[in-house]
């Protein structure tokens, strides 16, 4: 077992650092009709700075995706390109076969979108608010049944502005979905949420799923995109570091395993400890861990706190924000 | 123009929910204006002209500054434009209830003027002329001066210096005699609204008066197309 750098093709059984980041985005889904979202070397600058750099996206109809990233990794404004609502300075972008750049009012009849935050006239009531959504909106819905379905009956009659977070939350989700659009573009729904509200509206989601509906979401919440979402992607710093399925993400990354050492006892040929603490980043873990145990028993090695583990969504999120500390450390030095 | 007419009806609810705005947008006009006609004031152009400029200016150019740019910072405009309004149907619909009321009292100023025993004017349709060419003046204004104004509390003091340009120019027109370079004044924005109160009375006609009811809407409604911010999060370029 020889730790080995990062990059090129690994044989079973290479041990690779835990903070590697697979940098080629593993993009696959249908093209053409079967795709809600296609985007291609999409670029976004205000003024001297460019906010995204780059970023392939593909989201096949009937999907949830979940864009995750930290603040400022260029997410909503991502988004906003996607809606109608930002220039674009490079790329090609299709929502449902439109050009949102060109196309926003034929594109707004079929998307519903909610905002990462505000967009209610504070003084009118939950019910006014959705009365005057319905008359708005180009779909036909009942405010009645989304009053219900996003438990808001009780206060119809309170004023938008002494609403919870959370129930504000509730009813931006209530005009997102208005009409069951064929995509639905939520931006962060879950942010600042209790467990109980974000239970609701996830149920919310997959039963937008179920229905057949597109849905793309930002979202801080790593436990949120495994929970709902087809395929994931991770942006940051302008740039998707990591995209695909959440089978295809997990499968790239190193697996691990970890095992406190007896004193005394040497830890096997090129692997590190940590204090006492042995652990080890493997792309196959059953012949390594299998190696590390014959290596135990042979000495009579007693190890404690044994734990191996695949990878994680979180391991990779952490990842691929300490590499990029490492490189601007690097680039300051 | 169902949607517009449901987002005017809405906008109307929220003036008469919301003090301050009922304030600037209805009541200081409407004193002002039944203040103007029982002074006993003896000039019915500076009068006509005073309640044109503020019911258009203090209702409309500040009322409609003040709610474009809290609906723009509160994201309202922007969540309306995920909806089936038009930009231009949303733009009506946000202004438009300032510029009904506006048009209200107008119509009360008229029926005051007419029971105090005001003159009628000569040539009476210069002055829904100056009503309409004032309404696009202090409209496509709010939009371009709603550019510059970070939040709805800073309209106060963004809308003021064009607020007093318009009042200052209507009043003088209206009162100095037209006559040489004066009736050049009728160029600045406001100065046809003083014009055509004065041509309602029996002056002549003025083109300045045109070219100012004309010029000053389309210069600011071009400002408007052009950098009109729908979102408070900074625009790509």
Redesign the interface.
């Known amino acids: 077992m020889t730790p080995t750098p990062t990059g090129g093709p690994r044989p079973p059984g290479t041990v690779v650092a835990m903070t590697e980041t697979v940098s080629e985005p593993a993009v696959t889904g249908a093209g053409g009709r079967d795709t809600a979202v296609r985007v291609r070397g999409l670029r976004?600058?205000?003024?001297t700075f460019e906010?995204v750099r780059g970023v392939d996206l593909e989201v096949p109809r009937g999907e949830v995706f979940a864009l995750l990233g930290t603040n400022g990794a260029g997410k909503?404004?991502t988004l906003?390109v996607l809606?109608g609502?930002?220039?674009?300075?490079g790329g090609e972008v299709s929502v449902l076969g439109l050009d949102p750049g060109t196309q926003r009012?034929a594109l707004?009849?079929r998307?519903?979108?909610q905002?990462q935050?505000?967009?209610?006239?504070?003084?009118?009531t939950v019910r006014?608010t959705l009365e005057?959504?319905g008359?708005?909106?180009?779909r036909p819905d009942r405010p009645d049944r989304l009053l219900e379905r996003f438990d808001l009956v009780h206060r119809r009659d309170v004023r938008v502005g002494a609403l919870s977070g959370g129930e504000k939350r509730r009813l931006d989700l209530a005009?997102a979905v208005w009409g069951s659009p064929e995509l639905v573009v939520l931006d962060e729904p879950t942010t600042g949420l209790d467990p109980g509200s974000r239970r609701r509206t996830w149920d919310a989601i997959q039963e937008l799923q179920e229905g057949g509906r597109t849905v793309v979401l930002t979202t801080h919440y790593l436990e949120e995109a495994e929970a709902l979402a087809d395929r994931v992607a991770i942006m940051h710093e302008g740039r998707l570091a990591v995209s695909g399925t959440l089978e295809q993400i997990l499968a790239s990354r190193p697996a691990g395993f970890s095992a406190t050492l007896p004193d005394g006892v040497t830890p096997p040929d090129g692997v590190a400890l940590d204090g006492r603490t042995l652990r080890v980043s493997t792309t196959d873990l059953q012949r390594d861990l299998t190696a590390f145990l014959a290596w135990a028993a042979e000495r009579g090695v007693r190890l404690s706190d044994l734990r191996a583990a695949p990878a994680s969504l979180a391991d990779i999120y952490h990842s691929i924000r300490t590499d990029s500390d490492t490189r601007s450390t690097r680039e300051e030095a | 123009m169902?949607?517009i007419a449901?987002?005017v009806l809405?906008e109307l609810?929220?003036i008469l929910?919301?003090r301050t705005l009922l304030t600037s947008v209805l009541i200081v006009p409407l004193a002002l204006g039944v203040f103007l006609t029982f002074s006993q004031i003896d000039s019915p152009t500076y009068v006509v002209a005073m309640q044109v400029v503020f019911a258009l200016g203090m209702g409309v150019y500040v009322g409609g500054t003040q709610t474009l740019v809290a609906?723009r910072q509160?994201?309202?405009l922007?969540?309306?434009?995920?909806?089936?309004?038009?930009d231009g149907g949303l733009l009506v619909g946000t202004v438009g209830p300032a510029a009904v009321l506006a048009l209200g009292q107008l119509v009360l100023f008229g029926l005051f003027d007419v029971v105090a025993g005001l003159p009628a004017p000569g040539a009476p349709l210069a002055l829904p002329l100056a009503v309409l060419g004032g309404l696009a003046l202090v409209t496509t204004a709010a939009l371009a001066t709603a550019i510059v104004t970070p939040s709805a509390e800073r309209a106060q003091i963004t809308t003021l210096p064009l607020f007093f340009v318009v009042v200052a120019s209507a009043v003088i027109v209206a009162v100095v005699p037209a006559d040489g370079w004066p009736d050049l004044l009728a160029l600045l924005p406001g100065g046809a609204i003083g014009a055509l109160s004065r041509i309602a009375y029996g002056a002549p006609w003025t083109p300045y008066a045109l070219v100012s009811l004309v010029v000053w809407p389309v210069l600011f409604g071009w400002l408007a197309a052009r950098n009109f911010r729908?979102?408070a999060?900074?625009?790509?370029?």
């Not at chain 2, 969540?79 to 038009?86: A, C, L, M």
């Open positions: 976004v600058r205000y003024g906010a909503t404004t906003e809606e609502f930002q220039r674009r300075s009012a707004r009849a998307m519903g979108i905002l935050e505000g967009g209610f006239v504070e003084e009118l006014e005057l959504w008359k708005l909106a180009v005009t | 169902d949607r449901a987002l809405s609810t929220l929910r919301n609906r509160t994201r309202v922007k969540r309306f434009r995920t909806s089936g309004i038009s729908w979102d999060r900074l625009a790509a370029v």
